[in-house]
């Protein structure tokens, strides 16, 4: 409580009506003191309502002795942090408990449901939409700085403020040839007009060859390559869906839709939140309820406000080792941090499937395929001395995925991992080193 002395506790003056000599206390310890002794600053007597030694307790902002200041101001940042490390285990929490859900009784597991609904604030955003692409139209008629203002707002409106910066930074084309380069240390001293006019013309020679020779693929093939496991095969054409096109929907409702057509069930999910190095995903369970896919969506400027697009261009060689220093790695550092981030967050809901015995398949798209990767080789090699049992079973399906790790870790990675490569896809050829 609060104390009701007759006189001031640090200094011992004695409390009357007189300016400077009124009673006050301290919230946090209770005692009772004059307006000196509480701040410790004369000038807070001037304007109390701005004096700086408050903190907020118990809802609301209160004045707190300058000997409690320190100490309150701790145990609020405490709380504060203690309140986001539980928001964060508390979602992560839900996923695993719906996959325990489903592993006890499918049936009970309820679908995820449309729930749409047309809020002002979606009124609001869809009026601010046509603003934007009314002034779009309109870009061409007007002078160069509106034109770049009608840009940036379109860009801003978009893509946030991630989006404004590269808009800022880029030639569009020239910028996607320059974060070309920046995957590949062969390339990086080769002028980016120069490896524009490269692509295009070994573009245009491949599609001649298509032209002229229809079946010189699948001879080259033949002669160099060998033919797929018929098990591999039909894996690659079954994920295919899961891992290109269902995590690009915004919706659990409709990714759902999108999985029962195909005998899948979708679980648990993440896909409304993504941003730098945290790609969105979704956990889909098969009929017989043995085989779990987590699919990793692919870079999705739009959807992550940029995010994704700065864990493409985080492309500097990251070195990672095991806690006995048994598999060193060396990998592409924006996609390794989202492998990081990922395998934390979705540790305990792969560890129960993994201990009901279920198979796990990881797949991706892009970026999302290179997360994959790294992620399958962090759960076998283990994170903070944690990795998953030997007779797991746990594979890999990338589609169209960039080259993340050094060779000596994709080679020893071959038997659990497979990626999927488009004969014209310039991407995935290029190499940190």
């Avoid at 007189?18 to 001037?46: E, F, N």
Wanted: include cysteine; charged fraction near 20%; charge should be neutral.
């Amino acid at each position: 409580g609060l104390e009701e002395a007759d006189d001031c506790a640090s200094c011992g003056l004695l409390f009357s009506k007189l300016p400077g000599s009124l009673r006050h206390h301290c919230r946090a310890c209770g005692r009772s003191l004059c307006s000196t002794c509480l701040c410790g600053v004369a000038g807070c007597l001037i304007n109390a309502a701005r004096c700086p030694h408050k903190a907020r307790l118990h809802g609301k902002e209160e004045r707190i002795c300058h000997e409690c200041l320190g100490l309150a101001q701790a145990r609020i940042a405490a709380r504060e942090v203690a309140a986001a490390v539980f928001a964060v285990a508390s979602k992560n929490a839900d996923h695993c408990l719906r996959v325990r859900a489903f592993l006890e009784n499918h049936v009970q597991l309820p679908l995820y449901e449309a729930n749409y609904v047309d809020t002002v604030k979606d009124k609001v955003l869809r009026a601010g939409g046509f603003a934007v692409q009314g002034a779009r139209s309109a870009a061409p008629f007007l002078s160069l700085p509106w034109a770049i203002g009608v840009r940036a707002a379109d860009v801003v409106w978009n893509y946030g403020q991630y989006g404004l910066l590269s808009f800022f930074l880029r030639d569009e084309i020239m910028q996607g040839i320059k974060t070309l380069l920046s995957l590949s240390s062969v390339l990086q001293d080769i002028p980016p007009r120069d490896v524009l006019v490269g692509m295009l013309y070994l573009s245009a020679e491949q599609r001649r060859d298509l032209r002229d020779l229809p079946d010189g693929n699948r001879r080259l093939a033949a002669s160099l390559g060998q033919p797929l496991p018929q098990g591999l095969l039909e894996a690659l054409i079954g994920m295919a869906m899961l891992g290109t096109h269902a995590p690009y929907h915004d919706t659990a409702f409709e990714v759902q839709r999108l999985a029962l057509q195909q005998q899948w069930r979708l679980v648990t999910e993440r896909l409304g939140e993504s941003w730098k190095h945290r790609p969105a995903w979704c956990l889909f369970m098969s009929r017989d309820h043995r085989t779990a896919v987590l699919s990793i969506r692919g870079t999705d400027v739009e959807s992550s406000r940029g995010g994704d697009l700065f864990t493409d261009c985080n492309a500097l060689q990251a070195h990672y080792e095991t806690g006995d220093g048994s598999a060193p790695l060396v990998a592409h550092s924006g996609m390794l941090s989202a492998a990081v981030a990922l395998e934390a967050e979705l540790r305990p809901t792969l560890r129960t499937l993994i201990d009901a015995g279920c198979r796990i398949i990881i797949t991706g798209h892009s970026l999302g395929g290179a997360v994959a990767a790294l992620l399958m080789w962090l759960l076998r090699h283990g994170t903070n001395g944690e990795r998953v049992r030997d007779s797991a079973e746990i594979f890999g399906i990338g589609y169209a995925m960039p080259a993340v790790v050094d060779k000596a870790t994709a080679e020893a990675m071959k038997p659990m991992f497979t990626s999927l490569v488009n004969s014209m896809d310039a991407v995935p050829r290029l190499s940190l080193g």
